[in-house]
């Protein structure tokens, strides 16, 4: 369909009609003016839309959606009230299955348009709960305009307001609807306007919430507080102004734990860790990660950006010898405590920079049948080219971002040997527009 141009009185912008071809990257639907993109939020494609624009920029511009003229089937009625002006979620006015779809798609064109490669198979999605599925967030806090009044939340779509929520759909229930609560607690507290930010942290035994404080509470607020936890069994951490280090409310530290059944295993962390959001598909990705490495019992395997060992302490069940590799201390520090905790002593876990050289490392001098790297958004293009000529066989790479996993997959294929046997995507954030992947590559030398 063509565009055109409506003039409608008491509109200072022109009111142009379109269809949408597609969704960027962010969740916006995109209609083209003379092979210009125009981002729409809450437009979708296929849809028939009257919209204005708001920001004109030198490669797109940015719309205003006022009417659709035929809904698109795959269209439905987002569940959360705050959806629209809450920036948590992009897309809970797409159904669950063609925001999958969407995600594929985001991949396939990336691989093909940056890595110039193509999976030879498609690996199906791993889909699981698509509501109250995040345990693990960061929450904006700002005083309102009156007195005593707070808002907890997200920061507001392309705005740095902090929306005032009740509840959120997403969070986990012990914390989703704690939100409004919560927001009263801090207003009444001497400190409210010194509290930026809360850390939320759920594992299977325990919710901790860390509070990020620019002053000290006194002996009132801690009162407060401590009623907060006995009331809704959960615990606050204070985290005084930039530092790492928290501190429980409380005199004694919880820690938080979740588990993986299929490798009875159980790996413990602290609050403030890095561990994947939405427990069921964790389970599911580690469970079809060392599935398709192929790991057999006399192998050796690397595992890069291990974080607590996630997948390194699964892989110790099913190999000889795992290589935990991570940039953090801490987290080198609870992995080793959390493979001891298991009985599992075939790991060795090593702490270095992976965005650095690895040239003359201890573990760089091993040779690795498999290899597996969960990087982060920056993706692994710098290890990956340090791998020297001892090449594993297989690899599965797990990605947050799929630009970088595609920037990475075209060197592996066009410069190391490498076949990209298979692509996918997992629902790790269900109504957002964020793409999490796996790619799994096999050596055109070898037989894995």
Request: hydrophobic share 40%; aromatic share 6%.
């Amino acid at each position: 369909m063509g565009l055109r141009q409506i003039v409608r009185s008491g509109v200072s912008n022109p009111v142009s009609r379109g269809q949408v071809e597609t969704l960027s990257h962010d969740g916006r639907g995109i209609v083209r003016i003379n092979g210009k993109a125009v981002f729409i939020e809450g437009a979708l494609p296929g849809e028939d839309v009257d919209f204005h624009i708001v920001r004109r920029r030198r490669a797109y511009d940015e719309a205003r959606l006022l009417n659709i003229h035929n809904k698109s089937s795959e269209r439905v009625p987002p569940q959360c009230e705050h959806f629209g002006v809450c920036g948590g979620c992009a897309l809970q006015h797409l159904a669950p299955a063609a925001q999958i779809t969407s995600k594929q798609q985001t991949l396939l064109d990336n691989l093909k348009r940056i890595g110039q490669v193509q999976p030879q198979a498609i690996l199906p999605p791993l889909t699981g709960p698509v509501w109250g599925y995040r345990r693990r967030a960061r929450l904006s806090v700002h005083r309102g305009p009156s007195p005593g009044q707070v808002h907890v939340g997200f920061v507001e779509q392309h705005s740095k307001h902090v929306v005032k929520i009740r509840h959120c759909e997403t969070l986990h229930p012990r914390i989703g609807n704690l939100i409004e609560s919560l927001a009263v607690l801090i207003g009444n507290l001497t400190i409210a306007e010194r509290i930026p930010q809360i850390e939320v942290a759920v594992g299977n035994n325990a919710t901790i919430l860390v509070l990020r404080i620019l002053s000290q509470p006194d002996r009132m607020d801690r009162i407060k507080l401590s009623e907060f936890e006995q009331t809704h069994a959960l615990y606050f951490y204070l985290q005084p102004g930039k530092q790492d280090n928290t501190i429980p409310l409380g005199t004694e530290r919880t820690s938080l734990n979740y588990s993986l059944p299929d490798w009875n295993a159980e790996i413990t962390f602290e609050p403030t860790d890095f561990i994947q959001i939405n427990d069921e598909i964790n389970r599911q990705l580690v469970k079809r990660a060392i599935e398709e490495l192929q790991v057999e019992r006399q192998h050796r395997v690397l595992d890069l950006f291990c974080g607590l060992g996630n997948f390194t302490l699964p892989l110790a069940r099913v190999s000889n010898e795992v290589a935990g590799i991570e940039s953090e201390p801490g987290l080198v520090v609870r992995a080793r405590a959390n493979a001891e905790r298991n009985g599992l002593t075939n790991i060795r876990f090593y702490r270095t920079d992976l965005f650095a050289d690895q040239q003359g490392v201890v573990w760089q001098q091993l040779p690795y049948d498999r290899l597996l790297l969960d990087p982060p958004r920056a993706g692994a293009r710098e290890i990956l080219t340090g791998l020297g000529s001892k090449l594993p066989q297989r690899i599965v790479y797990i990605s947050c971002h799929p630009a970088t996993l595609a920037r990475d997959a075209g060197f592996l294929v066009h410069a190391r040997g490498y076949q990209l046997l298979s692509a996918g995507v997992l629902d790790m954030f269900p109504h957002t527009a964020h793409v999490e992947s796996m790619a799994v590559f096999a050596h055109a030398g070898s037989s894995a």
